[in-house]
């Protein structure tokens, strides 16, 4: 069995997932650049209601990554959202939601990031298979409507 390195992880990100993967030969942290391959980044409480609602629909939950240092999730997803639809719900997502889009760059777990404050997969990459945006934004839409609810509710019980 070969170590595992972020060289050897990377060529497994492009030749078993697809994922357009390069290595920073200082650091050893491994990005893709945003272009086929997009993602959403959103608060690890709300994208675990949202990873729930695309499993219980079947619309497939992952490839998912947790970034514990920052309490965030992000998931791949196929670049299939038209600007039109993500700022329609702009508003709803006040900050919370971001499309990593069109040149940004996403992030992948490393063999050199240490410790369990570092990115890691929820559901890791194993395929070419990637949710489609459009799927996960109208998952985020159903679940931040009972989140922000719940929030309302928590709040007024409060200062009850």
Same mark, same amino acid.
Request: aromatic share 10%.
């Given at each position: 069995m070969t170590a595992d390195t972020p060289r050897s992880r990377c060529a497994y990100y492009r030749q078993m997932?697809?994922?357009?993967?390069?290595?920073?030969?200082n650091t050893g942290r491994i990005s893709v650049r945003a272009g086929l391959v997009w993602a959403i980044q959103l608060p690890s409480e709300l994208a675990q209601m949202v990873k729930m609602d695309l499993d219980r629909r079947q619309h497939g939950g992952g490839p998912v990554i947790s970034h514990p240092r920052e309490a965030q999730w992000t998931f791949l997803i196929r670049s299939d959202i038209p600007a039109? *639809?993500?700022?329609r719900d702009t508003t709803l997502w006040r900050s919370r939601v971001k499309i990593l889009r069109d040149g940004a760059d996403i992030?992948?777990?490393?063999p050199s990031d240490q410790?369990?404050?570092? @990115?890691?997969?929820?559901?890791?990459?194993?395929?070419?298979f990637r949710?489609?945006?459009?799927? *996960?934004?109208?998952?985020? @839409? *159903?679940?931040?409507?009972?989140?922000? @609810?719940a929030e309302v509710a928590a709040h007024q019980?409060?200062?009850a």
């Open positions: 997932c697809h994922l357009p993967a390069t290595v920073d030969p039109q *639809v993500a700022a992030m992948l777990p490393s410790g369990h404050f570092y @990115r890691a997969w929820i559901t890791p990459a194993h395929s070419s949710p489609s945006g459009l799927a *996960v934004l109208d998952s985020i @839409r *159903v679940c931040l409507t009972a989140y922000d @609810r019980h409060a200062y």
